[in-house]
Nanobody
Framework: QVQLVESGGGSVQAGGSLRLACAAS?????MGWFRQAPGKEREAVAT????????YYHNSVSGRFAISQDNAKNTLYLQMNSLKPEDTAVYYC????????????????WGQGIQVTVSS
């Protein structure tokens, strides 16, 4: 069982930045960030294949968000820049063992979620 704990959420004005962090209790080869806005389905935002550093991004965040890791701390990050009101959602950290580690890959472990609110 892998436990994931997110931190770093909050409220920011449009154009601002936030950095989310996800501390994992164990190593997994694939990690990612998802989000779910009110009334919408959960969607994959970004994924990272940890060994190769391969990344995938949802089209809506490409060029604004960056996923990264700190192996020594077993922590995943999501740097979010140029935030827009439509980025408002609960963000979830996820971990799994998918070798492809794409936006459509399955994930076995989930964090509790953290709120990100962007005001206009």
């Amino acid at each position: 069982q892998v436990q994931l704990v997110e931190s770093g959420g909050g409220s920011v004005q449009a154009g601002g930045s936030l950095r989310l962090a996800c501390a994992a209790s164990a190593y997994t080869g694939c990690m990612g960030w998802f989000r779910q806005a009110p009334g919408k389905e959960r969607e994959a935002v970004a994924t990272l294949r940890r060994a190769s550093l391969s990344t995938y991004y949802h089209n809506s965040v490409s060029g604004r968000f960056a996923i990264s890791q700190d192996n020594a701390k077993n922590t995943l990050y999501l740097q979010m820049n140029s935030l827009k009101p439509e980025d408002t959602a609960v963000y979830y950290c996820a971990a799994g063992s998918s070798r492809q580690c794409t936006l459509s890959s399955p994930f076995s472990y989930w964090g509790q979620g953290i709120q990100v609110t962007v005001s206009s």
